[in-house]
T-cell receptor, first 112, second 110 residues
Framework: SQQGEEDPQALSIQEGENATMNCSYK?????LQWYRQNSGRGLVHLIL?????REKHSGRLRVTLDTSKKSSSLLITASRAADTASYFC????????????FGTGTRLKVLA | DADVTQTPRNRITKTGKRIMLECSQT?????MYWYRQDPGLGLRLIYY???????NKGEISDGYSVSRQAQAKFSLSLESAIPNQTALYFC?????????FGSGTRLTVV
């Protein structure tokens, strides 16, 4: 079964707007990661947040983690057409298991 | 990621045929993974390996087998392909906490 469920499943915004997508998971985790996939290509790692962290930033990306609610959000600020892709969260349940379970993904479309 | 190479890129095969998907890496990573992607279902873990002697089942291993021939090579086999194994298959490697993906193999079973 899927550990992570992203919502929304699809999101369409105008260039320059912010995009927020959410990931919920079922069990306790060691870390949560976000990946990006362009049109059926291989996934690319974006950012990782550990279970003892609440927020991380990387460029235009901001990730939050709420372990009490078992949820994470990915915010992309000032979106660009090139941000159009699918975004997935992935969790490692326990430290050192190195077993990564993915969610169902959010398809983001940024309109120029 | 060009350091993780999957072959073939596309394959059409008939029901009941045996097929092998291959993955090789030049990253020197010990951990390797096979995932399957279906529309609307995200990626699901099939098998993963921490070294040539350590292979583990993932979420959906039934109907699949793997072989870790060397640190750099991890192949996935479908012993008797069936149509619902039509999907996009990804190999990935890992160092520390993140995955590095190949470009995928699009498999169609007719």
């Amino acid at each position: 079964s899927q550990q992570g469920e992203e919502d929304p499943q699809a999101l369409s915004i105008q260039e320059g707007e912010n995009a927020t997508m959410n990931c919920s998971y079922k069990t306790s985790i060691n870390n949560l990661q976000w990946y990006r996939q362009n049109s059926g290509r291989g996934l690319v790692h974006l950012i990782l947040i550990r279970s003892n962290e609440r927020e991380k930033h990387s460029g235009r990306l901001r990730v939050t983690l709420d372990t009490s609610k078992k949820s994470s959000s990915l915010l992309i600020t000032a979106s660009r057409a090139a941000d159009t892709a699918s975004y997935f969260c992935a969790t490692e349940r326990a430290r050192g298991t190195y077993k990564y379970i993915f969610g169902t993904g959010t398809r983001l479309k940024v309109l120029a | 990621d060009a350091d993780v190479t999957q072959t073939p890129r596309n394959r059409i095969t008939k029901t009941g045929k045996r097929i092998m998907l291959e993955c090789s890496q030049t990253k020197g990573h010990d951990r390797m993974y096979w995932y399957r992607q279906d529309p609307g279902l995200g990626l699901r873990l099939i098998y993963y390996s921490f070294d040539v002697k350590d292979i583990n089942k993932g979420e959906i291993s039934d109907g699949y087998s793997v072989s870790r021939q060397a640190q750099a090579k991890f192949s996935l086999s479908l012993e008797s392909a069936i149509p619902n194994q039509t999907a996009l298959y990804f190999c990935a490697t890992s160092d520390y906490d993140r995955l590095h993906f190949g470009s995928g193999t699009r498999l169609t079973v007719v």
